[in-house]
């Protein structure tokens, strides 16, 4: 498999410097891992962890460095759209997540801001995944404040809802929300005394309501071929951290009754599940507690955000470790895990984000890709032209830009959510 450089030992105080020494060297700064567990008996199930996660995340976010990119990006004086070629870019309606500044906006092609929701909490917080709803709603994860919160089109809160959520939320077919969720308990395969993350599929209902949870532990330790309990990936976590051996931070289920009628993979209610420190991507049946297929093994480094396209094919961000220095977009096929197409910049290292990142494949052939650490999104054409860039705006003091996520929804998509908007006054 392929591991993440080696770390190096720290004085720091122990509780912040564990985390701080995962974070810096796995370049996992969209989400604070979970942090140390409350007292409990070591005999017993851990009861959950969102009170003990409020006050930790908290110093954990006051380093500042998980929110803003590392430098200005060279050369770049100007903000927003830098770079549009009407006749190659596919033409829609972007739907940008500032991470830090706790906001999501609809921005169209040349970088005009058509609407935007933002947090009116009175929280320090951020949001890590936004996603939008057919009625103009959001719903929104916070990890470092523990909560999964629906808003409507002018920003009110619909309800908010305490969660230990991280990463992905997701609007199912049946209306429901799938959400990535994280608890700590004792796992003797992993470790006999700390305490190891277990990522859950967890279904809420419109209402942010639980309906169902599925332990991915439980799921992904069914395939030995699939590295979870790994002895690189155990003995990584520092040695005052909890073990956090799987890292799920995608989790997309299956929409597509066309792609279901010709590949039983893509049966709705099936999964796939992207697994950051295994270096893996599976596609699950939760309600069978099953893996149906994996792939990653000696080719992905720290992965995110997998999809599947059109085609059938799975599309899938390889961020990279710090070792090999450059990120790569791939699309395999996953009947015979054939890569068909690979991007990397011409200067393989000008696209790098370590942690993070998105890429969505879109209806033209095309690619919108978030270089989410540098606050960055581009399109890329199949000949690896770009032909659409946008730089966030938003900076800190040091004029770094924010971290961003990016989605691309079709023109007629987001105005029948502004006529929904309408009608619903």
Sequence with gaps: MNRPPARTENSSPQRIAAFVLMLSAMGCSDDAPAPTPPEVDAAAEPDGIEEANLGYLDEIAALGYVDFSDAPVAGDAKSGVVLH?????????????????????????DGNVLHEWRERLGVDTRWTRVELLENGDVVCISPKENYLLRLDWNGDVVWRRPMDAHHDVRLQPDGNLLVLTRNLRLVPEIHAQRFTVDNYLTVCDRDGERVSERS??????????????????????????????????????????????????FALGNVLVTLRYPCTI????????????????????????????????????????????????????????????EFTASEPTDFFTEGRGTAEALPNGNVLVGNSNSGEAFEVTRSGEVVWRYLNPNTDTRGNRAVLRIKRYPKEAVEAIRARVQADR
């Design 216 to 265: 991915l532990w439980d799921i992904l330790s069914t395939v030995p071929e699939i590295p979870i309990s790994a002895p690189e990936v155990i003995e990584f976590a520092p040695p005052d951290a909890n073990v956090d051996p799987i890292h799920c931070n995608t989790a997309v289920p299956m929409t597509s009754a066309e792609l279901a009628a010709k590949n039983p993979l």
């Design 282 to 341: 599976a596609m699950i049946d939760p309600a069978a507690g099953r893996v149906l297929w994996h792939w990653g093994k000696d080719e992905l480094q720290g992965p995110h955000e997998a999809s599947v396209m059109e085609n059938g094919h799975i599309l899938v961000l390889d961020n990279g470790w710090k070792e090999r220095g450059y990120s790569r977009v791939l699309e395999l096929d996953p009947r015979t895990g054939e890569i068909l197409w």
């Design 85 to 109: 070629d009407p006749d190659a870019a596919w033409e829609g309606v972007n739907f940008i997540t500032s991470l830090p500044n706790r906001a999501a906006f609809l921005v169209d092609m």
